[in-house]
């Protein structure tokens, strides 16, 4: 039996994590943890770091609550079977899912990568490079669905409609 993690955030790549989670495990005995995080952002002043938050915690947390809901339901709609365990957790993704990961011995972490380019991985780091660079397990990433374009098309041998 695969012992997987399902990380959400929400966006279109980790909604096509998941959708490549149900393939991959539907119609199997699997244990899944889908964790989402909450993240909490901190300003370090001369005082110390302080938690500088702009959304509504409430609202936030029922947010993601559904979230984690909706997708134990898609899970069980495509066969996957045995243990799905929701979990909810606030701080830094990438160290929360490598923390979690850990403490289930999990097989395979799942995610999706927001699509940074350099300077914006730069400014702000990028869990699913995090993740994979410090992961003690597998881990299967997707990145943003992009069409390709009409040269690439023409050598798929698709068609191309502009």
């Known amino acids: 039996m695969i012992k997987a993690l399902i990380a959400l955030d ?5 909604d096509q994590a998941l959708d490549l989670a149900c393939t991959l495990l539907g119609g199997k005995e699997a244990e899944v943890t889908v964790l989402h995080v909450i993240p909490r952002h901190m ?3 001369r005082g110390g770091p302080v938690v500088a938050e702009c959304y509504d915690p409430k609202e936030e947390h029922e947010h993601s609550r559904e979230l984690l809901v909706a997708a134990e339901q898609r899970l069980r709609e495509k066969g996957v079977s045995g243990k799905i365990t929701k979990e909810l957790e606030i701080g830094d993704p990438a160290d929360l899912i490598l923390t979690v990961a850990a403490q289930d011995n999990d097989d395979l972490i799942i995610l999706g990568s927001r699509g940074l380019n350099a300077a914006q991985r730069f400014l702000l780091g990028s869990v699913s490079t995090r993740v994979t660079t410090h992961a003690h397990c597998a881990v299967l990433v997707t990145h943003p669905r992009v069409a390709p374009t009409p040269i690439e098309a023409e050598e798929l041998g698709e068609a191309v409609t502009v």
């Not at 929400?10 to 980790?14: A, K, R």
């Open 10 to 14: 929400g966006s279109d790549t980790s």
């Open 43 to 45: 300003i370090y002043g």
